[in-house]
């Protein structure tokens, strides 16, 4: 069994500050995917990032893939009370069926 | 254009009843998933299907089932529900089998 580990769990910061959150799994995937869902609403896709070492920018917002295609990072610079929700992380092998973290939840203060 | 369409938003049911959840695609998308998002964890993959066929299942039981009707739109059955069952089902629809999902916001189902 695939399984995508996510740290931390729980963030709550100030408005302006820097953070990292992680995803790690033993397993390869073919690519990963980058979700952010907001209460009452379903995940809406960020990026997906699909070649081992590879970076994507979107805004503030930094995504990396390992260079193993295990694990992936996303960094947010400068946080915004508008960046708080729940951040997922999904890996993709056969098919579309994607495998979840358990989520990041991030609260951002004004 | 509409997103993905999910009904109803809210339900309430008792354990051991049946139920079933409907999924609309967005228009052209022949690929429809489904997922369970149990409070405070990420979603769980339950089916697929394309052009009517299943294409994959996860690791649940077989009091779920579901099905493609041929306008694409989707159901997904629960039997003899459980405490447990009580969750956000998610329904995602793609182009093909392999691009990127569009999530709609889920039907949140609560077993009493």
Redesign the interface.
């Known amino acids: ?1 695939q399984l ?1 580990e ?1 740290s931390p769990q729980f963030l709550s910061i100030q408005e302006g500050e820097n953070l990292t959150v992680y995803c790690n799994s033993s397993s390869v995937f073919s690519s990963l ?1 980058w ?1 952010r869902q907001e209460p ?6 960020l990026v ?1 990032v699909v070649t081992g070492g590879e970076v994507k920018k979107l805004k503030r917002l930094t995504f990396q893939f390992g260079d193993a295609r295990k694990d992936s990072s996303l960094h947010i610079t400068a946080a915004q009370p508008g960046d708080t929700g729940l951040y ?1 992380c ?1 890996g993709t092998n ?10 990041t939840r991030l609260m951002v203060k004004p | 254009d509409a997103g993905v369409t999910q009904s109803p938003t809210h339900l309430i049911k008792t354990r051991g009843q049946q139920v079933t959840l409907r999924c609309s695609p967005i228009s052209g998308h022949k690929s429809v998933s489904w997922y369970q998002q149990v409070l405070g964890q990420g979603p769980q993959f339950i089916f697929q299907y394309y052009e009517k066929e299943e294409r994959g299942r996860g690791n649940f039981p077989d009091r779920f089932s579901a099905r493609q009707f041929p306008n694409y739109s989707s159901e997904l059955n629960v039997n003899a529900l459980l405490l447990g069952d009580s969750a956000l089902y998610l329904c995602a629809s793609s182009p093909a089998g392999s691009s990127p999902l569009h999530f709609g916001n889920g039907t949140r189902l609560t077993v009493t």
Do not use: R
Not at chain 1, 94 to 103: R, S, Y
């Open positions: 069994t995508l996510q995917q979700y009452g609403e379903g995940p809406v896709l997906t997922l999904a056969a098919g579309n069926m994607l495998t979840f973290g358990g989520g």
